[in-house]
Structure formats: structure tokens, C-alpha cells
């Protein structure tokens, strides 16, 4: 059957695309160009851009959405679906196998030196990861509030994570359309 | 069952977070606080694997704590679980919805979550400092001034443009090099 191959070619291309990339989101923005738009012609540069752009703006992880999209595009739900699972299954396969070897080893002086050094350097990146965020992210007064809002309600409140993001949203719906009426 | 406490748990992650891998690390640090699944410590060593191994990072830390909860089973739950709510979505958005990320409502809504977003990841990463940094031996909290100052020097470095083009993993194997030399 037609749909069969076409379903293990979205699994196959997904799965090389996850196996090959490091870090997700825009560090796969080249692999997709080759595999997906010239390789298997299944979208236009423009769709995966698009799809880049939806991705920032609903729930999820950026390579899965972008994975369902042209998965969907190609063979309806089903496909979406194959995309999906093609492109999670690296991870499983090697996030698997790295802890469970580091479990016979986790308990050597060694290991654990080299962990703690690794936590320090961790936290650098976090750090740099959440000032370039917010850098982007904070374009006015509002955007500053809503930051240190969000921080110490996270910090010293019992708020739930969720409920911080939802709160945030409501908070950005009304500041625009009071926004738009000082405005007119 | 804790497949199903798993599943329940990883596709609210999969609804909430939103902007990207990092999005997920606030949702991981809260289950430190409700379940035994992994210790905030070992979360600064998922979040490095992660980094450090193929595929999508978010894909990556999923997998991981779905691994130290349940084994690879409990990874492969966790994982479709995180995915779920993506595939859901963004099938609707394909089918319903043109220039999604043009409305002004979404827009509005992610003009709010945005600088938010930063902040959550930036309460998960005081969290995983205060693991890397701060000792208790004895009942007595001290501050561990090498940490500190390594993970500063870090963080000042990769605001240094050709440093910041490095790839994590070259800062997370310098950080192993750094640990074993320190006997951290």
C-alpha cells in the first residue's frame, strides 16, 4: 500500500533529523531544509519557517510540532503521528542507554567530581539561556513587571507552574486591549 | 499506577510548556517537590545528558525522567505523553486555522507568556544554584566559593560572541575537566 511507505518514509526521514541533531528548536532548522524540503520535497521553505513561527506560539516542543505538521500535511493524522514517533525514538533509544551505563558508574570519585564540575557549568548555560530570553522577551515596563511577577510567584508562592503561564497570558490579552484604547 | 500518574503528569508539561525544550525544566523541578521519581540534584545531571546527547532537549530530559521514574518503560510514557497535546494541536492548527500566528489574540496572549517564560526558567535555575553551589555538611549551610566563582566565570564568558557559538557540549565536557581537577 501507497499510505504504508509513505508513513515509514516520514518515520525514517524524522528519525534521522532526531538522531542527527543536537538541541532541538532552531539547531534543527538546517537538517529540515535538506531532509524535508530538499531531499523529500514534502514542504516549501516557507512552510517550515511558518511553522517555526507557530511553533514559538503553541504548547509543545518546536522539532515535535514542526515534525506533526509536515507529517499531517503528508498523510492526515496517521502521518503526523509517524513524524512524531520517528523523531522521539532516537532519544529513547540513546537516553536510555546512556543512564542506564551511567548508573554502574555514578558511584565513582571520578564520576561524581566530574558531575559536580558539570552542575556549576549547567547553571552558566541556564543562566545565559534565561538572560537571552528574557532580553527577547521583555520589550517594555509590562514585560519587566510580568518577569519578576512570574519569578517570585514561581520562588516563594505554592502558585502552580501552569497557572503562572495561564495568569500571564490573561495578562497580556488585557494589557493589549487597554493598550489599543489609549491609543485611539 | 505510576504509568498513568506519568502520563497524566508529562502531558500537562506537554499543555503548558510553551516557547521551546528549556520551557519543560520548571514543570521537571516541580515533580522533584511532589514525587520521588529523581532529586533535583540528578536533574542538573539530566538536563547536561540532555545537552549533550541527540535529539530535541525537551524530547532528551522527558525521556530521562520518564527513565529514572519507571524505567524504559516509563520513558516511552513519558515521552508520547510530552508529545500528545502538540500532535492535538497542531493537527487542529493545520486543519483550522489560517496565519495562526498572525492573530492578534495569540499574539497578544504570547506578548504576556513570554517574559514569564523566562522567569519560570529562571526560578528552575536558582533552584538547581542553590544544588550546585550551596553545601549543608553537619547541619551547617555554607556557600562553596570555587562553584561560585567558576559558574560566574562561565556565564561571563559565554557572553564573549566566538565563546557563545561553542557548543553546550564543549562547555559541559570543560566543566567535567573542571570538577575532577578541583576534586568538586
Not at chain 2, 2 to 30: N, Q, R, V, W
Not at chain 2, 67 to 96: E, H, M, Q, R
Amino acid at each position: 500500500m501507497m499510505n504504508i511507505r509513505k508513513l515509514g518514509e516520514l518515520y525514517v526521514s524524522f528519525f534521522k533529523i532526531g538522531g542527527l541533531t543536537f538541541g532541538g528548536g532552531l539547531a534543527m532548522l538546517p537538517m529540515l531544509q535538506r531532509e524535508i524540503v530538499t531531499d523529500r520535497r514534502w514542504c516549501t521553505e516557507e512552510e517550515i519557517l511558518d511553522m517555526y513561527a507557530i511553533g514559538q506560539c503553541t504548547p509543545g516542543i518546536i522539532a515535535v510540532n514542526t515534525a506533526t505538521y509536515v507529517g499531517y500535511k503528508q498523510a492526515g493524522f496517521i502521518g503526523g503521528v509517524f513524524g512524531t514517533l520517528g523523531l522521539v525514538s532516537p532519544s529513547i533509544l540513546i537516553i536510555c542507554l546512556v543512564a542506564s551505563i551511567l548508573q554502574n558508574f555514578i558511584h565513582m570519585p571520578v564520576v561524581i567530581h566530574a558531575l559536580a564540575g558539570i552542575r556549576v557549568i549547567v547553571c552558566s548555560l541556564m543562566l545565559n539561556t534565561v538572560f537571552t530570553m528574557a532580553k527577547k522577551g521583555i520589550v517594555d515596563k509590562l514585560g519587566g513587571v510580568l518577569f519578576a511577577g512570574g519569578f517570585i510567584l514561581a520562588c516563594f508562592t505554592p502558585v502552580p507552574t501552569a497557572m503562572i503561564i495561564v495568569l500571564a497570558g490573561i495578562t497580556g490579552v488585557i494589557a493589549k486591549k487597554f493598550g489599543r484604547r489609549e491609543d485611539a | 499506577m505510576i504509568y498513568l500518574t506519568l502520563a497524566i503528569e508529562f502531558f500537562k508539561i506537554g499543555l503548558f510548556s510553551i516557547g521551546g525544550g528549556m520551557a519543560t525544566l520548571p514543570f521537571l523541578m516541580d515533580l522533584t517537590t511532589r514525587y520521588d521519581w529523581y532529586t533535583a540534584s540528578e536533574l542538573a545531571n539530566m538536563v547536561a545528558i540532555s545537552e549533550s546527547t541527540p535529539g530535541p532537549v525537551g524530547i532528551n530530559m522527558a525521556t530521562y525522567a520518564g527513565y529514572n521514574a519507571a524505567g524504559v518503560p516509563g520513558a516511552i510514557v513519558a515521552t508520547l505523553s510530552l508529545t500528545a497535546p502538540a500532535l492535538i494541536i497542531i493537527v487542529l492548527i493545520a486543519k483550522f486555522l489560517e496565519n495562526f500566528s498572525e492573530n492578534p489574540t495569540v499574539k497578544a496572549v504570547f506578548y504576556g507568556i513570554r517574559p514569564t517564560v523566562a522567569a519560570l526558567i529562571g526560578y528552575a535555575v536558582w533552584e538547581l544554584l542553590k544544588i550546585a553551589i550551596v553545601y549543608t555538611t553537619g547541619g551547617v549551610t555554607h556557600v562553596d566559593y570555587t562553584s561560585a566563582v567558576i559558574c560566574l566565570g562561565a556565564f561571563l564568558l559565554l557572553q564573549v560572541k566566538q565563546l557563545k557559538k561553542l557548543h553546550p557540549l564543549v562547555w559541559i565536557a570543560a566543566g567535567a575537566v573542571i570538577g575532577i581537577l578541583f576534586k568538586m
